[in-house]
């Protein structure tokens, strides 16, 4: 097997035996929140991955998103708002952990 090959096959292999990326992946398809958003492609909301592009390196990205996450809005990624998610069960925990999900996505 050549090396490139090699290097993806192990870092598949790394993401699919990582308990948290299951979990957190889990966490958000029970929330709801792949309703709106997909990993990689843009859906009703940004792609997961467009969100960990544009808020890398911002000291206030975690703290804002999950704020955003619990209250909801609109106008960061056009004009279709994201629901309060905290009138739909997630909890502040459960907002941190995502956004926290959500920002190391590579």
Not at 45 to 63: E, F, H, I, M, S
Request: aromatic letters at 6%; proline letters at 4%.
């Amino acid at each position: 097997m050549n090396r490139p090959k090699l290097t993806v096959l192990l870092a598949l292999l790394a993401y699919l035996f990582a308990p948290s990326a299951h979990a957190d992946l889990a966490l958000a398809n029970a929330k709801g929140c792949l309703a709106g958003h997909e990993l990689k492609a843009k859906k009703v909301g940004p792609a997961y991955l467009d969100v960990a592009k544009k808020y890398a390196g911002q000291k206030d990205a975690a703290a804002k998103l999950t704020k955003k996450v619990l209250d909801g809005g609109s106008g960061s990624w056009g004009e279709v708002a994201m629901p309060a998610n905290k009138t739909m069960g997630v909890t502040e925990a459960e907002a941190r952990k995502l956004v926290g999900w959500i920002l190391s996505l590579k």
